[in-house]
């Protein structure tokens, strides 16, 4: 079940990899972007992680709280993206809990044609500049999505990734903030 804008948000209740609890509710009169990650050794979900983090203060002064999912333990997670010290929320999701509520998908095809555009190649150098290697997870078919949710609750962009590199752009989470008149600080 995909989500749509207009949609309420889904109620979650998750632990970030320092262990503390977060929930939707704490956010309630903010806008939220939730991302969805694949596994947390996986080169492009790490670059993502570190161009998405240059931009977070820009978007942070004009409010918006973020959430990282990613759907491996927290050991893993610390050992990968929590080794940068991220200004924002990490949580392991390794049972998929919050992944199914928000109706994120598995494709194997869309997986391997992935593999087939110049974007991943491109990507794939760039992780390597970054010394973000890779590994292998069993749901390595898992595509990202992306949820910005208003601060009345309610989703204001859905984004199911197309391909494993297929993230919100930055761009659309600050035309929707203005939308929202969200001002900048």
Not at 45 to 52: E, G, P, V
Not at 134 to 159: C, N, S, T, Y
């Amino acid at each position: 079940m995909r989500l749509k804008i207009g949609d309420d948000a889904i109620p979650f209740s998750a632990e970030t990899i320092e262990g503390k609890t977060i929930s939707l509710k704490q956010f309630a009169g903010k806008p939220l972007l939730l991302m969805f990650y694949r596994y947390a050794s996986c080169p492009m979900c790490n670059l993502r992680l570190r161009d998405f983090a240059q931009q977070f203060p820009r978007l942070h002064a004009r409010g918006l709280e973020v959430v990282a999912f990613f759907h491996s333990p927290a050991r893993n997670i610390r050992a990968n993206a929590g080794t940068h010290h991220y200004p924002f929320y990490l949580v392991a999701d390794p049972e998929f809990n919050v992944y199914r509520r928000y109706g994120v998908e598995t494709s194997w095809p869309r997986f391997f044609l992935s593999m087939l555009l110049p974007s991943f190649y491109v990507d794939w150098i760039r992780s390597m500049r970054y010394g973000f290697w890779g590994g292998v997870a069993w749901q390595m078919g898992k595509m990202p999505a992306d949820f910005l949710i208003g601060p009345d609750g309610r989703i204001v962009k859905a984004h199911y990734g197309r391909e494993i590199g297929d993230h919100l752009p930055v761009t659309e989470v600050e035309a929707a903030l203005t939308d929202l008149r969200v001002p900048a600080n």
